[in-house]
């Protein structure tokens, strides 16, 4: 039982949870074991956990039933305790987790973290790494993995310029001369006499000091962070080989006896003050290239949120109209929509019609006619008539604000070609700081004079060249590009692992029902039993089917009603059998459902067995009615094919992928539509588990599956499925099993997400490609492994100016995919 102290929130508000039912939220309705109304996904049985899909594992719970506060390292997100203590990994003080970092889901679970599940204050931003996304905080700073500055998980539209950005610009313009001044001293300082040797040493080393150590600072700072944290990355790099080139020509300026006559050079020890500024120059220039690239990565989801309006004109009781902020806008709020102006809110039209641009969230070009009754979306732009809409979603819980969690959510989100980069990177600074050392000694004893100058200019080449990030951005930036690409055209992706997957697809599995089916169907006609009444069938039927979601059980409803039929409130109702309903009325127990149904109920439907067939050969949905276990009539209603639907599996079979056609309606229905979309396999008649065994046994065929759903009782297979692809315009249930949603519910989408997919994968290939093969390249010719054949040396400047390349050229790649 849930009370009012428990820390688990509602996952749309982020409210705790109120102690008036076993599984009860500040959202109205929210009362079920299953939220899907409200929710993005569910209140397990046991309710410590928050569901999304499916249950994330103990080890990344979000939080305890009982416990104040969770602890984890910011380290290792996935160690979390109830109890303060030191991380088991890396011996690391645990941080509270409401105050510190938070963990996302394992990579066990299919789907990643819904970002308003997180642990934090409602309203509280959410920052996170672009690079290791498991580390998130909220509050500002530094990622203790690699250093980067965090940033917030879903950047605001009108935030200020990046802070980093803008310090990192000051520091490089402020000192810029300064470098410039030290270099042409150090080249040709010697050729103008303008000083002596001695003094020229002390002259560069005042000049060099603000560069380094303020210019730098950031870089060492990070750098020591990075040895404390235990996680070496760029900034190690960065910091030993300056600081070695810096200190070693301070101690040259300062105690120039100390040091052997072979590492005299025109009249005084060497110093490399030039090399030092130089490097803190150039990686202050290449971080502010990086950082403003980085920024347009995020363009997708600051253009979403660019579309939501900012007032809105409610209409009052009294029929006056005000105008207001778009916060202040409630459920059940009458607000009218002029020409040119944009829906506020999600809701239904209540009054006039007009044609509403979704495009800037489908991806549907051609408005769409509205007319009273119809479901209007918030942001879309209403372009001709005058309407007036009831709002039914408001604030976190439209679309929108769905789309854009769901973007944020996904760009943050690990793809498993990552994995191997990881790997690598988690060897690479340990191994290249042994390889300068290495160079550094070798030549020392083996190299030309001044060799252990060669040595030391050489080793610090190595480690400025050789940077961890162009392989940490590899994917991160692809994926976060691809997804607001996606988004834009009317393609959610729940993860990146989804991306990856989409494109593997050889096999998709399609409901009929609102995936095939426009999804809202019409009544046909009622045929009574012996004994029966047209009217009683159709007036019990719809009074039991009040409870279900189901489109055909609308059209029945629909059709009851417009009868002007008095429904009775069902006493009892059961649903999610995927074969019909069952329920009690009146006193009467009803079962409403297919043919599997009524067998399943002991019921004869032989009577009316010539009626049903015909009406299935002409692809209407046929329902059987018996009370009391005895048949009373039956219902058809037709689903129209959507416009789009033969096109969209022309093109997926064009592209070589298998269409299978499941659903829960009859088999000679099932066949009349498959054969006029020409899908050659079809099963009828299925239940929720039959979907889930008949996707276990394309995947035991060696077949990479997806499952194209909208229903309830398409969650199971979605959720199994390689691939799970939701119909926008269904259930929540199945958009929070899917790992791909269409927001259109248009099947078109499949090919443009899978066109995504390809493209993304290939980017991420280039990207990890280019990222190894620089350095694999980059690190010999810097060691000095030319120079017996070619007698080419790598200045550590040059090598700079490579480093923060690398990264720029990564991000810049990623960008491509816009």
Not at 790 to 797: A, D, Y
Request: charged share 15%.
């Amino acid at each position: 039982m849930i009370n009012a102290n428990s820390k688990l929130r509602d996952p749309v508000c982020g409210m705790a949870v109120d102690a008036q039912g076993p599984y009860s939220s500040l959202h109205e309705g929210v009362t079920q074991h299953f939220c899907s109304a409200k929710c993005q996904g569910a209140f397990d049985a046991e309710p410590a956990r928050y569901l999304a899909g499916q249950a994330a594992p103990a080890s990344t719970a979000m939080a305890a039933t009982n416990a104040e506060v969770v602890y984890a390292c910011p380290m290792h997100p996935e160690v979390r305790q109830n109890t303060p203590g030191s991380c088991p990994k890396c011996g690391m003080t645990l941080i509270a987790a409401t105050a510190g970092v938070q963990a996302e889901r394992s990579p066990a679970a299919s789907t990643a973290t819904p970002i308003a599940a997180l642990d934090v204050a409602p309203g509280a931003a959410l920052y996170t790494c672009p690079m290791h996304p498991e580390i998130r905080q909220d509050h500002p700073g530094n990622c203790p993995k690699c250093g980067m500055t965090l940033e917030p998980v879903i950047p605001e539209l009108d935030a200020e310029e990046n802070v980093e950005l803008k310090d990192f610009t000051r520091r490089f313009w402020w000192t810029l001369p300064l470098t410039v001044v030290v270099t042409v001293l150090a080249m040709f300082g010697h050729q103008l006499g303008l000083f002596q040797p001695g003094p020229q040493s002390w002259i560069e080393l005042s000049l060099s000091l603000p560069i380094v150590l303020w210019a730098g600072w950031p870089f060492f700072v990070r750098g020591a962070q990075s040895l404390i944290h235990r996680s070496p990355n760029m900034w190690t790099l960065i910091g030993l080989g300056t600081g070695a080139a810096f200190l070693y020509s301070v101690a040259a300026t300062v105690a120039p006896q100390a040091f052997p006559t072979s590492f005299m050079s025109m009249g005084r020890i060497g110093v490399y003050y030039e090399a030092a500024a130089v490097i803190i120059s150039l990686t202050l220039l290449g971080q502010m290239l990086e950082l403003k690239a980085r920024s347009q990565t995020s363009a997708a989801i600051k253009s979403l949120l660019g579309l939501a309006p900012k007032t809105a004109r409610r209409i009052r009781a009294d029929g006056t109209e005000e105008d207001v902020p778009i916060s202040n806008v409630h459920v059940g709020d009458l607000l009218r929509i002029r020409p040119g102006e944009k829906v506020p809110v999600d809701g239904v039209v209540t009054e006039g019609s007009s044609a509403v641009d979704e495009s800037m969230l489908t991806g549907e070009p051609i408005p769409v006619s509205k007319r009273s009754g119809d479901k209007l979306i918030g942001a879309t732009l209403n372009t001709s008539g005058a309407l007036v809409m009831r709002s039914e979603k408001v604030g976190s819980q439209t679309m929108l604000a769905q789309i854009v969690q769901m973007v944020a959510a996904a760009q943050r989100s690990k793809a498993p070609m990552q994995r191997m980069a990881d790997v690598v990177a988690g060897y690479f600074v340990v191994s290249v700081i042994l390889i300068a050392l290495t160079t550094f000694v070798a030549w020392g004893l083996f190299g030309p004079e001044p060799s252990w100058v060669f040595g030391l200019i050489n080793a610090v080449a190595v480690l400025i060249i050789a940077c961890p990030c162009a392989l940490g951005l590899a994917t991160p930036m692809s994926i976060m590009v691809a997804t607001g690409k996606a988004a834009t055209s009317g393609v959610l992706f729940r993860d990146a692992a989804a991306i990856e997957k989409l494109r593997e697809v050889d096999t998709i599995i399609v409901d009929k029902t609102g995936t095939l089916t426009e999804g809202k169907p019409a009544f046909d006609c009622v045929i009574a039993a012996p004994g029966f009444a047209e009217q009683d069938v159709l007036r019990l039927a719809a009074s039991l089917d009040q409870g279900s979601e189901h489109p055909l059980a609308d059209a029945i409803v629909r059709a009851a009603r417009a009868r002007q039929l008095v429904l009775d409130k069902p006493a009892t109702f059961e649903s999610g059998s995927g074969i019909g309903v069952r329920g009690t009325v009146g006193g009467q127990a009803l079962a409403l459902g297919n043919t599997a149904l009524m067998e399943e109920a002991g019921v004869d439907v032989s009577p009316l067995r010539p009626d049903a067939e015909r009406l299935r050969g002409e692809g209407a949905s046929v329902m059987h009615l018996a009370i009391d276990g005895r048949l009373a009539g039956l219902l058809a209603v037709s689903d129209p094919i959507k416009a789009s639907t033969a096109e969209a599996l022309e093109t997926l079979r064009a592209a070589g992928i298998r269409v299978v056609m499941a659903t829960g309606d009859g088999i000679t229905t099932a066949k009349a539509v498959a054969k006029r979309l020409g899908i050659d396999e079809v099963y009828g008649e299925v239940k929720p588990a039959d979907k889930l065994v008949l996707v276990a046994r394309l995947q035991g065929e060696g077949r990479v599956v997806a499952m194209a759903g909208d229903g309830i009782n398409d969650a199971p297979a979605l959720a199994k499925a390689d691939v799970g692809i939701a119909m926008g315009t269904g259930t929540d249930v199945a958009m929070n099993s899917a790992q791909v949603t269409l927001i259109k519910g248009d099947l078109r989408g499949i090919a443009t997400a899978r066109l995504i997919s390809v493209a993304t994968v290939r980017n991420m290939k280039q990207n990890l490609m280019f990222a190894l093969v620089y350095n694999a390249l980059g690190i010999p010719v810097a060691a000095g492994v030319l120079y017996s054949l070619t007698g080419w040396l790598l200045s550590p400047m040059i090598a700079a100016v490579a480093m923060s390349m690398s990264s720029v050229s990564v991000i810049t790649n990623a960008l491509r995919l816009r």
